[in-house]
């Protein structure tokens, strides 16, 4: 691939951001902040698309209150890949985030090209830092429009106005951070598809308190990616007892696990119920034999001599029980470390004795067929298979001896497609993978020797589907590990 491309394995996206511009709105306590609700979205926008490898870096979730704030975050900007800069009038006007900038574009060379600019509102070029001025910057994302009349909207103001931008504009940003990192899930890793997980692989992850619902929804989003089916989905609290008993048992009938996120609030107590929330689902799980695992945050204080002990922190939570056991570091930690502790096994495809070629170069016509490719490469390297994928503004590669190219062929129009396979040198196979939509005249007339036409209602959508479609293009043999 492009020699500009950066690495995908264990790659930091660092979002910078200004604090006021996550605060809730007065009387609107529902409403998430601007920052908090992009970073749910984003968050669930590159898992969706099996992009778990773009850890997204924010220090509301990173950083402990008594950590040393300030070298936390110098280190995180100095490994981070990219930068997301939320850039708002609160924005400019912080040093720090200044400075966040000023010190990833001291560490890299390249670092305009790795800055992503996210305009929450209007703002002029020149109240930037300097490295995102001038013609070479990167234009950015704006999450607003401007009438005829030069009135401004904005796409979340006081929660969401405008769904259908908001999101376009979220996956756009999202396909963006793929493409820079070069991101392809990494065959090693086993990554899970969302029908990967078995009948009973269920997980109760409890409704939290308010201090850690964000924290709860991002785990929530992240087990729900890796194939995990997680119940509740949301983070809603029933308005009374019998409600809440009712989702608390229906999902602990289901359950392998429980989750229970633990931290310096306990929760409402809900209409008709004696408990608090938290109290309430901890006693129900216990009176189950469903094993369980008790988040409680390295900040939360301890008792034994001063110190952060999450040990002793259980003790105020009736101590801890034969089936449960303690995990004490951050959010992120956590999710890594359950979502690698509770996976299934899977089979994994031998690449080396099954495969028929080398390597898979998946490629777009037109860049409305981005999206495409992009899902296609993730779900075929998910098998085992050595993948690369290449976009309408790059070069593909100059030799594609031992390679299949897959061109999945959905927006793109007769004339970029033949565009694409005259700069294509001679592969050991070529086929178009016909998609519904876009230039059906072209697809129903589409013939040229030693290229294999094969019409498709879909592409996979997990990673089952996409061996058996590996296995149908022969690609793997019908027998071994590609059966």
């Known amino acids: 691939m492009p020699t500009s491309k950066l690495p995908s394995q264990n790659a930091s996206v660092f979002i910078s951001y200004a604090r006021a511009d996550d605060l809730i709105p007065p009387f609107e306590e529902k409403t998430k902040g601007w920052v908090t609700f992009f970073w749910d979205q984003l968050r669930f926008e590159l898992t969706d698309r099996g992009a778990k490898q773009a850890e997204l870096w924010l220090d509301r979730y990173q950083i402990d209150p008594a950590e040393a704030f300030?070298?936390?975050?110098?280190?995180a900007v100095a490994e981070a890949k990219l930068v997301v800069a939320i850039c708002s009038a609160n924005w400019v006007q912080s040093e720090w985030c200044q400075r966040e900038v000023e010190t990833f574009g001291r560490i890299?060379?390249?670092?305009?090209?790795?800055?992503?600019?996210?305009?929450?509102?209007?703002?002029?070029?020149?109240?930037?830092?300097?490295?995102?001025?001038?013609?070479?910057?990167?234009?950015?994302y704006h999450f607003f429009d401007s009438d005829a009349t030069g009135k401004t909207h904005e796409f979340y103001w006081r929660g969401l106005q405008d769904e259908k931008a908001y999101f376009d504009i979220i996956k756009r940003i999202a396909l963006r951070i793929i493409d820079r990192l070069d991101i392809v899930p990494s065959a090693s890793s086993k990554p899970l598809s969302q029908s990967a997980a078995p009948a009973g692989k269920t997980i109760f992850v409890a409704l939290a308190a308010s201090d850690l619902r964000d924290a709860r929804q991002r785990l929530v989003n992240d087990l729900s990616a890796a194939g995990f089916q997680v119940f509740p989905t949301e983070n809603a609290v029933p308005e009374t007892s019998k409600e809440l008993e009712e989702i608390v048992k229906q999902a602990l009938d289901k359950a392998e696990w429980a989750i229970h996120l633990l931290g310096e609030s306990r929760g409402i107590t809900v209409e008709g119920g004696t408990d608090a929330l938290i109290d309430y689902q901890l006693r129900l799980t216990r009176e189950t034999s469903v094993p369980r695992v008790l988040w409680i945050p390295r900040w939360l204080p301890g008792q034994t001599d001063g110190k952060r002990d999450p040990a002793e922190a259980a003790k105020g939570f009736g101590g801890l029980g034969k089936l449960e056991e303690i995990y004490g570091e951050d959010v992120t930690g956590l999710s890594k470390w359950l979502r690698e502790r509770l996976k299934p096994e899977m089979e994994v495809v031998d690449n080396h004795s099954n495969a028929k070629f080398e390597r898979i170069l998946v490629a777009a016509a037109h860049r409305d067929d981005e999206e495409l490719t992009v899902a296609l490469a993730n779900q075929a390297q998910g098998c085992g298979l050595t993948v690369q994928a290449c976009f309408p503004d790059e070069e593909p590669p100059a030799e594609l001896d031992h390679t299949l190219v897959l061109i999945p062929w959905g927006a793109?129009?007769?004339?970029?497609?033949?565009?694409?396979?005259?700069?294509?040198?001679?592969?050991?196979?070529?086929?178009?993978?016909?998609?519904?939509?876009?230039?059906?005249?072209?697809?129903?007339?589409?013939?040229?020797?030693?290229v294999l036409l094969e019409k498709m209602d879909a592409l996979p959508s997990n990673r089952q589907e996409a061996k058996k479609l590996l296995v149908s293009l022969e690609i793997f043999a019908a027998n071994g590990n590609g059966k």
């Not at 970029?416 to 059906?440: F, H, N, V």
Request: some cysteine; charged content about 30%.
């Open 108 to 140: 890299h060379t390249d670092a305009i090209k790795r800055l992503i600019p996210v305009f929450k509102n209007d703002l002029e070029r020149d109240r930037l830092p300097l490295l995102m001025q001038g013609d070479s910057a990167q234009e950015g």
């Open 70 to 75: 300030t070298s936390k975050i110098e280190t």
């Open 412 to 450: 793109a129009k007769g004339v970029d497609l033949q565009t694409l396979l005259s700069r294509l040198a001679q592969p050991a196979q070529m086929i178009c993978l016909q998609l519904p939509g876009g230039d059906e005249t072209a697809k129903r007339r589409f013939f040229q020797e030693n």
